[in-house]
């Protein structure tokens, strides 16, 4: 558990409600803008809140603790989820969110490091996360600290060749201190990911390279917990992987059955359509 320096606000909310609320604060900034990545958000959110609320070792106001583990985005658009989940950790005011996307905000539609306290990575150039990852982990293992690096990246990056060097490095290097997270939902810009670049058979592949790896639905709060702990004890030599299948825009089933869900667009009155609709399943 997160070793805070004091006890968060609503330290016993459950994980579930947590990651409602991340959906809550990205619809919110959706509506602000009136469209945005808020499939990639609401589809991610469970895993986000395992992240910071059962996996992460941060201390909230001080985002640049040398101690912390690193969370890098590597998918740089997907940072409207990101902010949900920076707010809820009390590392960005929540009262920043109506700013989410304006000029002069610290919340720019796509993540940028220089703008946002907690942001590690400037992750926009798709295929670069990995990569980066693996020098961080690298540093951090020379300075022999026990900091975990996290890199969130989608299915898409899968089809970048510089993610497969990264993955071969990290084996490489034996980086037991790196932990890939993918967010396999199956959607990319051009249409379904395994119809763009095929990757699977996917859990093999990461293993002939090297690596522990689980595949595991990441919006099964219980399953998406038990794999964070796993690759955090495993004694696998090297770097782990967790594959989280995913759907986008969950938690609102009308946008889940819209057939394009890579950057949507809602009708203005739809917002407070989708916020109702989140509101009826809010866990307890």
Same mark, same amino acid.
């Given at each position: 558990?997160?070793?805070?320096?004091?006890?968060?606000?609503?330290?016993?909310?459950?994980?579930?409600?947590? +990651?409602?609320?991340?959906?809550?604060?990205?619809?919110?900034?959706?509506?602000?803008?009136?469209?945005?990545?808020?499939?990639? +958000?609401?589809?991610?959110?469970?895993?986000?809140?395992?992240?910071?609320?059962?996996?992460?070792?941060?201390?909230?106001?001080?985002?640049?603790?040398?101690?912390?583990?690193?969370?890098?985005?590597?998918?740089?658009?997907? !940072?409207?989820?990101?902010? !949900?989940?920076?707010?809820? !950790?009390?590392?960005?005011? $929540?009262?920043?969110?109506?700013?989410? #996307?304006?000029?002069?905000?610290?919340?720019?539609?796509? #993540?940028?490091?220089?703008? %946002?306290?907690?942001?590690?990575? %400037?992750?926009?150039?798709?295929?670069? #996360?990995?990569?980066?990852?693996?020098?961080? +982990?690298?540093?951090?293992?020379?300075?022999?600290?026990?900091?975990?690096?996290?890199?969130?990246?989608?299915?898409?990056?899968?089809?970048?060749?510089?993610?497969?060097?990264?993955?071969?490095?990290?084996?490489?290097?034996?980086?037991?201190?790196?932990?890939?997270?993918?967010?396999?939902?199956?959607?990319?810009?051009? #249409?379904?990911?395994? $119809? %763009?670049?095929?990757?699977?058979?996917?859990?093999?592949?990461?293993?002939?390279?090297?690596?522990?790896?689980? *595949?595991?639905?990441?919006?099964?709060?219980? +399953?998406?917990?038990?794999?964070?702990?796993?690759?955090? $004890?495993?004694?696998?030599?090297?770097?782990?992987?967790?594959?989280?299948? %995913?759907?986008?825009?969950?938690?609102?089933?009308?946008?889940?059955?819209?057939?394009?869900?890579?950057?949507? *667009?809602?009708?203005?009155?739809?917002?407070?359509?989708?916020?109702?609709?989140?509101?009826?399943?809010?866990?307890?």
């Amino acid at each position: 558990m997160n070793s805070h320096s004091h006890p968060m606000p609503g330290a016993n909310m459950s994980l579930e409600l947590r +990651a409602w609320n991340i959906r809550r604060k990205a619809l919110l900034m959706g509506e602000v803008q009136g469209q945005g990545y808020i499939g990639q +958000a609401l589809g991610i959110a469970d895993v986000l809140a395992a992240s910071y609320f059962h996996a992460l070792e941060y201390r909230p106001e001080d985002p640049e603790w040398e101690g912390r583990d690193r969370f890098l985005l590597s998918i740089g658009h997907y !940072a409207i989820a990101l902010y !949900a989940v920076l707010m809820e !950790a009390g590392i960005l005011p $929540e009262e920043e969110l109506e700013t989410y #996307g304006m000029d002069d905000s610290r919340m720019p539609m796509s #993540g940028m490091a220089s703008y %946002t306290p907690g942001m590690e990575i %400037t992750g926009g150039s798709l295929g670069h #996360g990995l990569g980066i990852a693996v020098g961080m +982990a690298m540093g951090l293992k020379r300075k022999g600290g026990g900091q975990f690096v996290y890199n969130l990246m989608s299915d898409g990056e899968l089809g970048e060749g510089s993610t497969w060097e990264a993955a071969m490095s990290g084996a490489h290097h034996r980086l037991d201190n790196l932990i890939c997270l993918v967010d396999f939902n199956d959607q990319q810009a051009d #249409g379904k990911s395994t $119809e %763009t670049l095929c990757s699977e058979p996917l859990t093999q592949k990461w293993e002939a390279f090297g690596w522990h790896a689980q *595949r595991v639905n990441g919006n099964d709060m219980q +399953a998406v917990v038990a794999a964070f702990d796993t690759a955090r $004890e495993s004694d696998h030599p090297g770097p782990r992987v967790i594959i989280f299948d %995913t759907r986008m825009c969950k938690g609102v089933p009308f946008l889940e059955n819209r057939e394009i869900t890579h950057f949507v *667009r809602v009708d203005a009155d739809e917002w407070g359509k989708a916020l109702d609709v989140l509101e009826e399943g809010k866990p307890a």
